[in-house]
T-cell receptor
């Protein structure tokens, strides 16, 4: 079966711009979570969506937002990009409970210059 | 309270040897403890997971040992192979509250031929 698909794979943006990342979960998975991975901070939880509703949120500023569509596909948006937002953004999906049996996508590598 | 501490940061093992990675947690509400394997350019992939009602779980060459009273768990990789060279993350989650995965800082394993 198809895995978690994230697009685009790579992105270069200028400080101050905004960016939208996309995630298509495994078919039948209703929970979609987003993580930020950096060498310094490791893997940090951004937010989780379930049935188009944000169910959980990590400790990130309001510039980070997301949404989920009726087909479970999810997008995350980062506004007013800062250099420190450069990271690998990972999407993970699971059937129901967040974190349980997660399947991760390959991520979107965002570079802010 | 949410932290998961992982050690060592890096590990070099000879082919055929045993790789051991340790994690400790504080929050007794955690009830699910997975290990993830990540290769460069890829997202983390679920390797093996355990619940606190079990002290050990084995899948092929990979074994999780769990010590509930000490709040520690470890990953053992038997007969380590060069193909096992990757970064390994322990994690924990709970079925209430945030429910997202809290990750350890990662261990970079290098298996020498």
């Amino acid at each position: 079966k198809a895995g978690v698909t994230q697009t685009p794979r790579y992105l270069i943006k200028t400080r101050g711009q905004q960016v939208t990342l996309s995630c298509s979960p495994i078919s039948g998975h209703r929970s979609v979570s987003w993580y930020q991975q950096t060498p310094g901070q490791g893997l940090q939880f951004l937010f989780e969506y379930f049935s188009e509703t944000q169910r959980n949120k990590g400790n990130f500023p309001g510039r980070f937002s997301g949404r989920q569509f009726s087909n479970s596909r999810s997008e995350m948006n980062v506004s007013t990009l800062e250099l420190g937002d450069s990271a690998l953004y990972l999407c993970a999906s699971s059937r129901d409970r967040a974190g349980y049996g997660y399947t991760f996508g390959s991520g979107t590598r965002l570079t802010v210059v | 309270q949410q932290q998961v501490k992982q050690s060592p940061q890096s590990l070099i093992v000879q082919k055929g040897g045993i790789s051991i990675i340790n994690c400790a947690y504080e929050n007794t509400a955690f009830d699910y403890f997975p290990w993830y394997q990540q290769f460069p350019g890829k997202g983390p992939a679920l390797l093996i997971a355990i619940r606190p009602d079990v002290s050990e779980k084995k899948e092929g060459r990979f074994t999780i040992s769990f010590n509930k009273s000490a709040k520690q768990f470890s990953l053992h990789i038997m007969d380590s192979q060069p193909g096992d060279s990757a970064t390994y993350f322990c994690a924990a989650s709970m079925d209430t509250g945030r429910r997202a995965l809290t990750f350890g800082s990662g261990t970079r394993l290098q298996v020498q031929p």
